[in-house]
């Protein structure tokens, strides 16, 4: 095994695969292509996607092409308890925006972004923040999928690394490019069907091919007392609490689910998130377990990198027609995820940027979907060029993690909480950052009264996010004291021990700086804002320019309840 060299297709092959992939595609959003596209559609579907639509493409935007090799990843590495904790603290990533969704959409039922919602609590300096961290965040999830295409077309095929980012890129933007985020819904749609369908044939496929339960017990003697262990602290504290820390922080900063929440009918938001939920847990810890399988058999990745591990698994067990099969599952979950992200850019680009900063309410729709165009195919050249590089992204994963981590308080006090300012939500963002940056790479010693200090932050940090969990979904009182039995128990447990875990530390310590300072500047002022206001202030621009045309005031609600822009 350890000798193995992965099977190969010919270039034709590959090619014709990747053609009848993303042909497919292609034809399947002509269904839906209208001759004249509207804004409105082009950024969230009129707000009217429907629930099995709608968890569908939850599901397969959230399974991306990291997704596979993170999964069996963390299974070769951490053992039994390693699928459970990358599957079901990505799932939480997706539930746990629930309880806040209902009120973002309840505050702003037409909104396109979480941006707009906050340029209207706040202004422009806010807003941008949280554009700025999704642009960023997008751009980088675009270049992680063009890598991995790359990466998989190279080792199954004799086509370059080059040649995979390209073609897949392409490939993405023709299917993406006219109608938008109503294309990547319904091909969403279509690749999870897909994905399920071969999943369910795969994943059992190679576990009995290597042996089934039998090869899997046997095997448990391989594993040291730590990847035996199903409540494993180096499982826990190397993987799960920073997972676990980083659900929220997803949940709030990432376009991609907030476009999904603006979009599906208001009424359908509960089971759709439920539903896509358990759906990803499922697909992913079973990946997982193929890593599993590996740690338990002795396998060695080949080369040495652990991305080789699954596409090694599959080559060594199964037959061509379920590589072929495995080549396309790959590529549909990681086109899923990047049709999203450029929706995503196009939608922040349109709204965020255009629409409430540069037109400032005045928005021409038809010059707004110019601009989510162009977002998206310039969006795809970054992508492909810096895929084509091969170049380190964990830095800027690093910056984006901890801007998302930094924005989760102040965007839901925002939207809770009267007092919250402008300057208390963007000073705390950036003081956040800051302290972030100082934990994480260590720019001072962790030691002595620095080290207590900053521990004392990560331990607010600690209790902020229970809190604002419990509080999401049982209330107020019932957050308060949960957050508040958490910020002891970090302060017992962790003082002195939590410095040695960097990546944790300053994860915590970012939601603990923006929460410090955000409540103590918010306290300080007298500001009180009118949530009232917001829907007012956030509108369909389509229905805007339909009531200037018809010679109504476009500060006066349009019909059929659609606020518009004003």
């Given amino acids: 095994m350890n000798s193995a060299s992965l099977h190969q297709f010919s270039t034709l092959t590959v090619i014709l695969l990747m053609i009848a992939f993303y042909g497919g595609t292609y034809l399947l959003t002509l269904s839906i292509r209208k001759k004249k596209e509207d804004a409105d559609a082009f950024m969230v579907s009129n707000h009217r996607v429907g629930f099995g639509i709608g968890a569908a493409s939850m599901t397969a935007t959230w399974i991306w092409a990291a997704s596979f090799y993170a999964a069996a990843t963390s299974g070769y590495t951490y053992g039994v308890s390693g699928p459970i904790h990358y599957g079901l603290w990505g799932a939480l990533m997706i539930?746990?925006?629930?309880?806040?969704?209902?009120?973002?959409?309840?505050?702003?039922?037409?909104?396109?972004?979480?941006?707009?919602?906050?340029?209207?609590?706040?202004?422009?300096?806010?807003?941008?923040?949280?554009?700025?961290s999704n642009l960023l965040g997008s751009i980088i999830s675009l270049m992680v999928n063009f890598t991995a295409a790359g990466a998989l077309v190279s080792v199954l095929s004799p086509l370059s690394f080059q040649a995979g980012v390209i073609i897949a890129g392409v490939g993405v933007l023709l299917y993406t490019l006219w109608s938008g985020f109503r294309a990547s819904v319904l091909t969403d749609f279509a690749q999870l069907v897909a994905l399920m369908a071969i999943a369910?044939?795969?994943?059992?496929?190679?576990?009995?091919?290597?042996?089934?339960?039998?090869?899997?017990?046997?095997?448990?003697?391989?594993?040291?007392?730590?990847?035996?262990?199903?409540?494993?602290?180096?499982?826990?504290?190397?993987?799960?609490?920073?997972?676990?820390?980083?659900?929220?922080?997803?949940?709030?900063?990432?376009?991609?689910?907030?476009?999904?929440?603006?979009a599906v009918n208001e009424d359908h938001i509960k089971p759709t998130f439920l539903t896509a939920t358990v759906g990803y847990g499922a697909i992913v810890i079973g990946l997982g377990m193929i890593g599993l399988m590996a740690l338990t058999l002795g396998v060695e990745p080949l080369n040495g990198d652990m991305n080789n591990l699954i596409p090694q698994m599959v080559s060594s067990y199964l037959p061509p027609v379920f590589i072929a099969a495995f080549f396309i599952l790959v590529i549909g979950s990681l086109s899923s995820t990047a049709d999203s992200d450029l929706s995503a850019l196009s939608a922040i680009m349109m709204a965020d940027v255009y629409g409430k900063n540069i037109a400032r309410g005045k928005a021409d729709p038809r010059r707004m979907l110019l601009v989510g165009r162009i977002t998206m195919i310039v969006a795809t050249a970054i992508g492909i060029v810096f895929a084509s590089f091969s170049l380190d992204i964990l830095v800027m994963l690093v910056f984006v993690g901890a801007l998302w981590g930094a924005i989760v308080f102040p965007v839901i006090a925002s939207c809770f909480w009267s007092r919250v300012t402008n300057a208390a939500f963007t000073t705390s963002v950036l003081v956040a950052m800051v302290t972030f940056c100082v934990a994480r790479f260590e720019w001072l010693p962790m030691t002595g009264v620095a080290g207590l200090g900053f521990e004392f932050l990560a331990s607010i940090g600690g209790g902020i996010i229970i809190a604002l969990m419990v509080f999401g979904f049982l209330g107020r009182v019932a957050g308060a004291v949960a957050g508040l039995a958490a910020f002891v128990a970090m302060l017992v447990f962790a003082t002195g021990f939590l410095r040695e875990y960097t990546v944790l530390l300053a994860s915590l310590t970012a939601y603990g700086t923006s929460t410090l300072v955000c409540v103590v500047m918010s306290l300080a002022s007298r500001e009180r804002f009118d949530f009232d206001t917001i829907a007012e202030r956030v509108g369909n621009y389509d229905a805007a320019e339909a009531a200037t045309v018809a010679g109504e005031h476009p500060s006066k609600p349009a019909p059929a309840g659609l606020a518009t822009q004003r």
Wanted: proline share 5%; net charge neutral; aromatic share 12%.
């Fill in 95 to 132: 539930l746990f925006i629930y309880p806040f969704g209902r009120r973002f959409r309840r505050l702003a039922p037409n909104a396109h972004t979480l941006g707009e919602l906050i340029h209207a609590r706040h202004g422009s300096s806010s807003q941008l923040i949280l554009a700025l």
């Fill in 200 to 262: 369910v044939v795969i994943i059992p496929a190679v576990f009995f091919a290597m042996g089934g339960p039998t090869e899997l017990v046997a095997g448990l003697d391989n594993l040291t007392a730590e990847q035996a262990n199903f409540f494993s602290m180096d499982a826990i504290l190397n993987q799960g609490a920073p997972f676990f820390v980083a659900v929220l922080a997803y949940a709030i900063g990432n376009q991609t689910i907030s476009q999904r929440l603006f």
